[in-house]
Nanobody, 114 residues
Framework: QVQVMESGGGLVQPGGSLRLSCIASGFFSSYAMGWYRQAPGKQRELVASITRTETTDYTDSVEGRFTISRDNAKKTVYLQMNSLKPEDTAGYYC?????????WGQGTQVTVSS
């Protein structure tokens, strides 16, 4: 069983920055990792993803503002979020994908408000 845990959420003013972290147990370097978010009343959506070979992808609304990265030695994936907007407010969830299954964390709340 892979354990996934997010951290780093909080309250930030519009235009501010946050860095989310997600640590996953097991053979981390073999996982594809993704950050998702879900706002109240909306479906969960993919925000950013990074493959084992560090190919990245972003949803259009965060392109140029968010950066996903990974540190295999620390078994951690990061989401650097800059120029935050109120519409970025959501629960942010980390997903680890292995060849056989996917594992989710419990999420961390990001609130962008003045």
């Amino acid at each position: 069983q892979v354990q996934v845990m997010e951290s780093g959420g909080g309250l930030v003013q519009p235009g501010g920055s946050l860095r989310l972290s997600c640590i996953a147990s097991g053979f981390f370097s073999s996982y594809a990792m993704g950050w998702y978010r879900q706002a109240p009343g909306k479906q969960r959506e993919l925000v950013a993803s990074i493959t084992r070979t560090e190919t990245t992808d972003y949803t259009d609304s965060v392109e140029g503002r968010f950066t996903i990265s990974r540190d295999n030695a620390k078994k951690t994936v990061y989401l650097q979020m800059n120029s935050l907007k109120p519409e970025d407010t959501a629960g942010y969830y980390c997903k680890a994908s292995t060849l056989r299954s996917t594992y989710w964390g419990q999420g961390t709340q990001v609130t962008v408000s003045s």
